[in-house]
């Protein structure tokens, strides 16, 4: 199933400034999904809109969908533009899109990995032909790298947040702990791939041209970078 944030979650990543690069970081999407003024945009989940407002604010049809009604309802407020709507995102309304954003390690939420595939599966058919879907996780890499031989660790995220997260290796799943005044909040799980794992899944839900890279201006992937995935829909080919 679908997690639903608490807005605690979002203060905490405010506290560390992981919103600060938002509006650049909007512009580099545009440029890497090759997106022309007014397309169709879906972001799922987005959140407190961010981006979602970051693209409205340059001239894109953007639909905004998420599970968290205190989100929601702190989007429509905070960040307005983008078309909001409470939803499942495997099951976006208003298809088709020229692009899918799933960004800030927002796959690998659902009960096995054959779930997480259908999710692909589903955002394949929401496309529109020669479409885009950008994926941004933190894989396998990266997530060993910040571990660093460990299976626990603690991060800060200002003076009132921390986050206490576990990583099983043998089942590939990441749990964390978040915490206010370290007092327990929230707690989540996800799934960790591989970048060879999401490539091979991106390629059999029929995505063609799978590129990976370590930032959203299209550097080439580090381990300790977030993976970011762009792939393409393809066209009907002549005569279909």
Not at 13 to 25: F, H, K, P, S
Not at 83 to 95: L, N, Q, V
Not at 169 to 197: E, I, P
Request: with cysteine.
């Amino acid at each position: 199933m679908d997690v639903a944030y608490p807005l605690e979650f979002v203060e905490a990543c405010e506290a560390v400034g992981l919103y600060a690069q938002t509006e650049r970081n909007a512009r580099a999407i545009v440029d890497l999904a090759g997106l022309s003024a007014g397309e169709r945009v879906l972001d799922a989940p987005c959140g407190i809109g961010r981006y979602a407002a970051a693209l409205h604010r340059l001239g894109f049809d953007v639909t905004a969908i998420d599970l968290s009604k205190e989100q929601l309802e702190f989007a429509q407020r905070q960040n307005p533009g983008p078309k909001y709507r409470r939803a499942d995102m495997r099951h976006p309304p208003g298809e088709p899109y020229d692009l899918i954003l799933n960004l800030f390690s927002s796959f690998g939420y659902f009960e096995s990995q054959s779930e997480d595939a259908k999710l692909l599966n589903s955002w394949h058919q929401c496309l529109r032909p020669s479409g885009r879907l950008i994926i941004e996780v933190a894989d396998a890499d990266r997530v060993r790298k910040s571990f660093d031989g460990k299976t626990t660790r603690e991060l800060r995220n200002g003076q009132r947040y921390s986050e206490v997260a576990t990583m099983d290796w043998d089942r590939g799943l990441l749990s964390t702990t978040f915490l206010r005044d370290g007092k327990q909040v929230f707690d989540c799980w996800l799934r960790v791939y591989t970048s060879d794992q999401l490539r091979v899944m991106l390629e059999n839900a029929g995505f063609r041209r799978v590129q990976l890279f370590g930032s959203f201006e299209g550097s080439a992937k580090q381990p300790g970078d977030r993976a970011i995935f762009v792939a393409q829909k393809s066209a009907p080919s002549a005569g279909d």
